[in-house]
């Protein structure tokens, strides 16, 4: 769970995945422009996306933080993140994993 959304990385992940341009909905929005014609979905849209999961994982900068406490508490202290795609969460949160050089078990 992202707790501190930044607009520049979520919202075009968010759009990607659900296949949706949202910042052509704020956009209408803003603007009072009706967005009926765009396809949003809403609370209990269930469907989307079909086939596949997007998800997130972070990139800890632990090798610029040496004699750093490793245990983390609620300020969240990342260089970065990796957004991948899978068939399935795991398969996607697997692939975000790897890709931060991540060693597994």
């Known amino acids: 769970i992202e707790c501190n959304?930044?607009?520049s990385r979520?919202?075009?992940f968010a759009?990607?995945?659900m296949g949706v341009d949202y910042i052509e909905a704020a956009t209408k929005a803003s603007m009072g422009v009706p967005a009926d014609d765009m396809n949003?979905?809403?609370l209990e849209t269930r469907d989307r996306p079909s086939g596949?999961?997007?998800g997130k994982c972070p990139i800890f900068s632990f090798t610029r933080l040496r004699g750093s406490d490793a245990v983390l508490d609620?300020?969240?202290a990342s260089t970065g993140e990796v957004a991948c795609f899978g068939t399935t969460k795991e398969e996607a949160f697997l692939k975000a994993?790897?890709?931060t050089n991540f060693k597994m078990p």
Request: glycine share 4%; no cysteine; charged share 15%.
């Open 15 to 17: 759009s990607k995945t």
């Open 5 to 7: 959304v930044r607009a």
């Open 10 to 12: 979520a919202f075009p």
């Open 74 to 76: 609620v300020e969240m």
């Open 52 to 54: 596949y999961v997007g």
């Open 40 to 42: 949003l979905p809403t």
């Open 97 to 99: 994993l790897l890709s």
